[in-house]
């Protein structure tokens, strides 16, 4: 089975490419984001307690997110792609091990590269579509009938609440102090693969398949 992670800033296109992986290759996107964005929704005692931080672009704890993606595993499976996780050292320790425990093993960290001006202009142009999830740029993407989702029909399209310019400066701070340093990790572990993620959706996309093409099914 291929696991894979999309490492990336915000606004890099971990989600967008993460659901065409789904939709292509059958493969299971496990997105702490929506995880925790589920759990706000929710209004449970967890999605109250993160639903701040959230906001504010900073990072929820170590606990709560290597929470939620144990619970996932120990449904078994495979096929994973890891959207948005890990984010920390101790994240990445923590999946080894979990990935372990289930007998999975990681194919590739998918280092995407964007410039800081590209992911402004991505982060703050974005929608999503609050039934099926698919995702909106008011420039690059918008849906085909304005107000209205290409893929189910709902008129529910909403934007984050932390995708505003304050928030997003504190999620780029949290981004190269706690998450970059994995770059390094799973260069060191051999699995680090680095593309342009600048391009066309499609063009990105393609250069994703071709390092999947190299790991087999
Ligand atoms: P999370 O939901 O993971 O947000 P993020 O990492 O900030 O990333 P985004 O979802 O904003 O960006 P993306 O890379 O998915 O881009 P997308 O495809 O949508 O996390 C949110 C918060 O939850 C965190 O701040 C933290 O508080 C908490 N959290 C989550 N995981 C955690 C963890 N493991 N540990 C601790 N805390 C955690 O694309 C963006 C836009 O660009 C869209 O409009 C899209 O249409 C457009 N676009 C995409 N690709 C292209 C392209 N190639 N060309 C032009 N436009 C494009
Ligand atoms: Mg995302």
């Known amino acids: 089975m291929v696991n894979i992670i999309l ?48 906001d504010r672009g900073e990072l929820v704890s170590d606990e709560i997110v290597i929470g939620l993606i144990g619970e996932k595993l120990a449904a078994g499976g495979g096929g994973y792609i890891f959207d948005g996780f890990p984010r920390t050292l101790a994240q990445a320790d923590a999946l080894a091990r979990l990935l372990e425990r289930v007998g999975q093993r990681l194919s590739a960290v998918i280092e995407m590269r964007v410039d800081d001006a590209a992911l402004l202009a991505r982060i703050t142009g974005r929608y999503t579509c609050g039934n099926c999830g698919e995702v909106y740029h008011d420039v690059t993407r918008p849906t085909a009938v304005p107000g209205v989702c290409d893929v189910c029909g709902s008129t529910d399209l909403r934007r984050r609440a932390d995708d505003t310019e304050e928030s997003l400066k504190q999620r780029l701070l949290e981004y190269y102090k706690k998450t970059s340093p994995l770059v390094g990790y799973y260069y060191a572990t051999g699995d680090l693969v680095t593309v ?14 071709a390092v999947l093409e190299g790991q087999g099914d």
Request: aromatic share 0%; no cysteine.
């Open 7 to 54: 490492l990336g800033p915000p606004g890099a296109g971990k989600g967008t490419q993460a659901r065409l992986l789904v939709e292509r290759r059958n493969m299971v996107q496990l997105s702490t984001g929506d995880m925790l964005r589920d759990a706000k929704a929710s209004g449970s005692p967890m999605g109250r307690r993160v639903a701040e931080v959230m």
């Open 196 to 209: 342009d993620g600048l391009g066309e959706i499609e063009a990105v996309a393609a250069k994703i398949a």
